[in-house]
């Protein structure tokens, strides 16, 4: 008797230890168990376990509470119990259940599709999406800033670019209503005529205000001495601009092979334009302006037969006696410089382009007339071919608790930045001169444009956001 009642003693507290055991589970550890259970076929000990979950003290969180039934409709699917698998979904919708995919797509709920209540289903999981989101991104034309990080130029507020600037009366070159190309070739149009081109004699010194001085004193130079004077000089006003070493096959050897140009970034057009100021030209395709690469490529796949250079009048060249065809051949190679800086580092143009830009599938020449180069190669068109003054928007946190706020930060690639034009809602623009900003949102759709200035008042590509916020108080 007294065994009999100790074992008896000993198997109730055994019980007591194994449910005690199962308490301290919790439904992050069943509900592997049920998955496990579901796929060894055991729909039973699954629904065991899937109902132990949804009676837990305290209650769980509403998500996991739909989880937890939408599975447990499944494995009632799987036992061909539709009644119970149907309360269950709709218990799951109702908890705010919103994979519509999962439910469009799971196999084990195929037999329920065909039920005519499981439309209903649907569309409350569709309508819980709408809730659940509270910020919906409606519009994110927010680019990439690429690899324009690598490519370097002077700021418009440098000393020696504003004494250019003022004597020899650049912003005068500009008229109200020119667009960005008109004022970009007017600016070759004035550098061309400084001098006559003399194909043998360099400059002692690469510096834009240091060439013209010589030209004052009745010196006439290369095709290296335009391109520098036209880049410092667009860079003056703003520009991002940059020289070119054009090289035509054949470079290891003899002479004439090289012929120097410059490509300025224009924001009118979004892309780079190729400007030739020692013949007062640029190339078109059709009714497209090209840059160097464009030009190439056009040539290269024989598709030519829309390729124009187009020469502007000159005061000492005839437009007659430019030949394209004799122009033509220099866009074999493109060698560039990523460091654009001129004016304050001079020594830059004292060395052959390091960058040689290839096509895909060309192959390099070593030598450059007979002497070797230090030489690096890319193929990377978006690497050389950088988008810039565009302005990008990185989110930082977002917050809805109280006041609706989204906090960003503003990365840009504009040279010379200044500030950032900010407009909210089509509201007044106002001036930003910080990295950080923070946007509150109201309720409905919330608009912001964002466009980088830089210090010669020069407008970037503009940034815009749409963002339709459905909480709060309607």
Same mark, same amino acid.
């Given at each position: 008797? *007294? !065994?009999?009642?100790? $074992?008896?003693? @000993?198997?109730? %507290?055994?019980?007591?230890?194994?449910?005690?055991?199962? &308490?301290? +589970?919790?439904?992050?550890?069943?509900?592997?168990?049920?998955?496990?259970?579901?796929?060894?076929?055991?729909?039973?000990?699954?629904?065991?376990?899937?109902?132990?979950?949804?009676?837990?003290?305290?209650?769980?969180?509403?998500?996991?509470?739909?989880?937890?039934?939408?599975?447990?409709?499944?494995?009632?699917?799987?036992?061909?119990?539709?009644?119970?698998?149907?309360?269950?979904?709709?218990?799951?919708?109702?908890?705010?259940?919103?994979?519509?995919?999962?439910? *469009? !797509?799971?196999?084990? $709920?195929?037999? @329920?599709?065909? %039920?005519?209540?499981?439309?209903?289903?649907?569309?409350? &999981?569709? +309508?819980?999406?709408?809730?659940?989101?509270?910020?919906?991104?409606?519009?994110?034309?927010?680019?990439?800033?690429?690899?324009?990080?690598?490519?370097?130029?002077?700021?418009?507020?440098?000393?020696?670019?504003?004494?250019?600037?003022?004597?020899?009366?650049?912003?005068?070159?500009?008229?109200?209503?020119?667009?960005?190309?008109?004022?970009?070739?007017?600016?070759?149009?004035?550098?061309?005529?400084?001098?006559?081109?003399?194909?043998?004699?360099?400059?002692?010194? *690469?510096?834009?205000?240091?060439?013209?001085?010589?030209?004052?004193?009745?010196?006439?130079?290369?095709?290296?001495?335009? &391109?520098?004077?036209?880049?410092?000089?667009?860079?003056?006003?703003?520009?991002?601009?940059?020289?070119?070493?054009?090289?035509?096959?054949?470079?290891?050897?003899?002479?004439?092979?090289?012929?120097?140009?410059?490509?300025?970034?224009?924001?009118?057009?979004?892309?780079?334009?190729?400007?030739?100021?020692?013949?007062?030209?640029?190339?078109?395709?059709?009714?497209?302006?090209?840059?160097?690469?464009?030009?190439?490529?056009?040539?290269?796949?024989?598709?030519?037969?829309?390729?124009?250079?187009?020469?502007?009048?000159?005061?000492?060249?005839?437009?007659?006696?430019?030949?394209?065809?004799?122009?033509?051949?220099?866009?074999?190679?493109?060698?560039?410089?990523?460091?654009?800086?001129?004016?304050?580092?001079?020594?830059?143009?004292?060395?052959?382009?390091?960058?040689?830009?290839?096509?895909?599938?060309?192959?390099?020449?070593?030598?450059?007339?007979?002497?070797?180069?230090?030489?690096?190669?890319?193929?990377?068109?978006?690497?050389?071919?950088?988008?810039?003054?565009?302005?990008?928007?990185?989110?930082?946190?977002?917050?809805?608790?109280?006041?609706?706020?989204?906090?960003?930060?503003?990365?840009?690639?504009?040279?010379?930045?200044?500030?950032?034009?900010?407009?909210?809602?089509?509201?007044?623009?106002?001036?930003?001169?910080?990295?950080?900003?923070?946007?509150?949102?109201?309720?409905?759709?919330?608009?912001?444009?964002?466009?980088?200035?830089?210090?010669?008042?020069?407008?970037?590509?503009?940034?815009?956001?749409?963002?339709?916020?459905?909480?709060?108080?309607?």
């Amino acid at each position: 008797m *007294q !065994i009999t009642t100790l $074992l008896m003693a @000993l198997i109730a %507290l055994l019980v007591i230890a194994v449910n005690n055991a199962n &308490a301290q +589970e919790t439904p992050q550890e069943l509900i592997p168990r049920a998955f496990s259970e579901y796929s060894a076929k055991k729909y039973r000990n699954a629904l065991r376990i899937y109902d132990r979950i949804l009676k837990t003290d305290p209650p769980i969180e509403q998500s996991l509470r739909a989880f937890v039934l939408f599975h447990r409709a499944i494995n009632y699917a799987m036992l061909h119990e539709d009644d119970s698998a149907m309360l269950s979904l709709r218990t799951a919708v109702d908890n705010g259940f919103a994979e519509v995919e999962d439910l *469009q !797509i799971y196999n084990d $709920l195929q037999n @329920l599709r065909k %039920l005519p209540q499981y439309e209903e289903i649907l569309e409350k &999981a569709k +309508e819980n999406i709408a809730k659940k989101k509270v910020f919906n991104v409606e519009e994110w034309e927010n680019p990439g800033l690429g690899f324009s990080y690598l490519h370097q130029f002077d700021s418009v507020g440098l000393a020696d670019l504003v004494q250019l600037r003022l004597m020899y009366s650049l912003d005068t070159l500009k008229k109200t209503s020119m667009n960005q190309i008109t004022h970009q070739v007017t600016v070759m149009n004035w550098v061309h005529g400084l001098w006559r081109h003399n194909p043998i004699q360099s400059a002692p010194s *690469q510096k834009c205000l240091d060439i013209l001085q010589e030209v004052k004193k009745g010196q006439t130079f290369r095709c290296m001495e335009y &391109a520098s004077v036209l880049a410092q000089s667009l860079q003056s006003l703003g520009y991002s601009a940059r020289i070119l070493e054009l090289c035509s096959e054949g470079m290891s050897y003899g002479l004439a092979k090289a012929h120097a140009a410059v490509e300025v970034w224009n924001d009118d057009l979004q892309k780079w334009i190729f400007l030739d100021p020692q013949n007062n030209a640029l190339w078109k395709n059709k009714e497209e302006f090209c840059n160097a690469d464009e030009v190439r490529e056009i040539i290269e796949t024989k598709k030519d037969d829309s390729l124009v250079m187009i020469a502007f009048p000159s005061s000492w060249l005839a437009v007659e006696n430019i030949t394209p065809s004799v122009w033509r051949k220099y866009f074999h190679y493109i060698f560039l410089h990523y460091d654009n800086r001129y004016t304050s580092n001079p020594d830059i143009l004292q060395q052959l382009a390091p960058i040689c830009y290839l096509r895909r599938g060309q192959t390099p020449e070593l030598l450059y007339q007979g002497m070797p180069r230090e030489i690096d190669f890319s193929t990377n068109r978006e690497k050389i071919y950088p988008r810039l003054n565009l302005t990008h928007v990185a989110v930082k946190s977002v917050e809805h608790q109280e006041t609706p706020t989204v906090t960003m930060e503003l990365t840009h690639s504009i040279n010379s930045f200044d500030h950032f034009d900010v407009q909210l809602d089509n509201g007044k623009t106002n001036e930003v001169r910080t990295l950080g900003l923070s946007w509150n949102l109201r309720r409905g759709k919330n608009t912001m444009t964002i466009k980088g200035v830089n210090k010669a008042g020069l407008k970037g590509k503009e940034t815009k956001v749409a963002i339709e916020y459905s909480g709060g108080d309607k």
